[in-house]
């Protein structure tokens, strides 16, 4: 099987720094994905080798099967990304940079454009250079989505999204996703945002991929105790934090019944046990 999206043993470094460490992932087609980690984890140098923009010292990007720095323009076209900030072509106005991009795919607007043009609800006339930077961050999006691309890339889509422009995002997103089988991958510092869609969690950390979690391995194997129990049951420690409370993989449904300490975790306490 071709997969949307295949990183093999990635490794990148800047000034003798290791940057990514080592990252090996494929995306399954028609996932939604989560890319999770804190400030300079690699992230966005990630997402850069994935497109192709940036080189990594070794180790393979593949895009349906393609080396990530030579697609074909079919390729290129099946791709919509999402940059963390919107930058240059600031002299049009909203509607001309969106002219001026569908000359070059020679493709009329579809239906998926008139959907995300009234999420991002902007006016054609204005001058990009005028927009705010959530504005911006709204016709960003709206330019990688708008062709109905089958891999999504977004490098932190939502940071400058009121809230209301968020939860309608993602909302639209997973709406779009589900419908045309398409596959995303998402970084965000947002994450009860991609836990209401994401179907995985990628979390990384000084460059390495630490966790890779399905949402379904989450909420059934996975929970946090108030205090490590006597006997191990099987469980594998994740991770333990300074209140004693510790994060356990394994778990299962006849250990319901034994009165555990369990207490409550979302993604984020997770994610943050994790990367502490
Ligand atoms: N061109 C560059 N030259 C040198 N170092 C760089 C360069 N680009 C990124 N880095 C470093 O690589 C590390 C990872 O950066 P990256 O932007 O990938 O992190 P990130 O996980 O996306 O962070 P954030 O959540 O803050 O956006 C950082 O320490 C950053 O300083």
Redesign the pocket.
């Known amino acids: 099987m071709l997969h949307p999206a295949l990183l093999d043993r990635l490794c990148k470094t800047?000034?003798g720094?290791k940057?990514l460490d080592d990252i090996s992932v494929s995306l399954a087609p028609g996932s939604i994905n989560a890319l999770l980690?804190?400030?300079?984890?690699?992230?966005?140098?990630?997402?850069?080798c994935l497109l192709g923009l940036l080189v990594p010292d070794s180790g393979a990007v593949r895009i349906w099967g393609e080396n990530a720095d030579k697609l074909s323009p079919e390729t290129r076209c099946r791709i919509g990304f999402v940059p963390?900030t919107m930058t240059g072509l600031t002299w049009f106005r909203v509607q001309e940079l969106k002219d001026y991009l569908s000359a070059f795919r020679n493709q009329p607007d579809g239906a998926e454009d008139r959907r995300w043009a009234d999420w991002a609800a902007l006016d054609p006339k204005a001058r990009i250079s005028t927009l705010s930077g959530g504005e911006r961050q709204r016709l960003a999006i709206v330019l990688a989505l708008r062709f109905s691309p089958d891999l999504i890339i977004l490098?932190?889509p939502v940071a400058s999204l009121d809230p209301m422009a968020r939860h309608d995002f993602i909302a639209l997103l997973s709406e779009t996703v589900q419908r045309r089988e398409t596959t995303a991958l998402i970084?965000s510092?947002i994450i009860s945002d991609l836990e209401r869609i994401c179907d995985r969690f990628l979390v990384?950390k000084k460059?390495r991929l630490i966790g890779d979690l399905s949402a379904e391995v989450f909420a059934g194997e996975i929970r946090r105790l108030a205090i490590w129990p006597d006997t191990a049951l099987g469980l594998e420690v994740l991770a333990d934090l300074p209140d004693g409370s510790v994060w356990v993989r394994g778990w299962r449904p006849e250990l319901d019944a034994r009165n555990l300490p369990v207490l409550a975790g979302d993604m984020e306490a997770y994610f943050l046990a994790l990367t502490r």
């Open positions: 800047y000034d720094r940057i980690g804190p400030n300079g984890a690699g992230k966005t140098t990630l997402i850069g963390q490098d932190e970084s510092h990384m460059g």
